[in-house]
């Protein structure tokens, strides 16, 4: 039973290292659209702008509705990834221990 708690959160340990570097990619690629260094009428670009978006959205939208762009910088994108880093190092760790405990 050990082992199938430390593989599942092995697996959303990973799925949530992943999502950090979507919305940073996706920040940084939102700067570059900004910026015109990269154009989203190219297919390959668009495709992977809409990916992005559609994977980040819904971690994104609710702190963008509580926290409003700062100057025209938002900021949501750091509050969301403290947030995760949060849960990684803090939460994770302790549920684990946790369900070890009546493994």
């Known amino acids: 039973m050990a082992a199938i708690i430390g593989f599942v959160f092995s697996i959303v340990d990973g799925l949530l290292q992943l ?21 989203l009428r190219n297919k390959f670009v668009y495709g992977v702008a809409h990916f992005l978006e559609a994977v980040t959205r819904p971690v994104m939208a609710p ?9 025209g910088v938002d900021i949501s994108p750091i509050v969301v990834i403290l ?5 990684h190092s803090y939460l994770l760790p302790a549920l684990q ?6 493994a």
């Not at 690629?29 to 015109?36: E, G, I, K, R, Y």
């Not at 221990?97 to 009546?102: A, Y």
């Open 97 to 102: 221990g946790f369900l070890l405990q009546f």
């Open 83 to 87: 947030v995760l880093q949060g849960v």
């Open 63 to 71: 702190v963008q509705r509580i926290i409003p762009p700062l100057g």
């Open 19 to 39: 999502l950090i570097w979507a919305i940073i990619v996706n920040a940084v690629m939102s700067w570059l659209v900004a910026f015109d260094v990269i154009n």
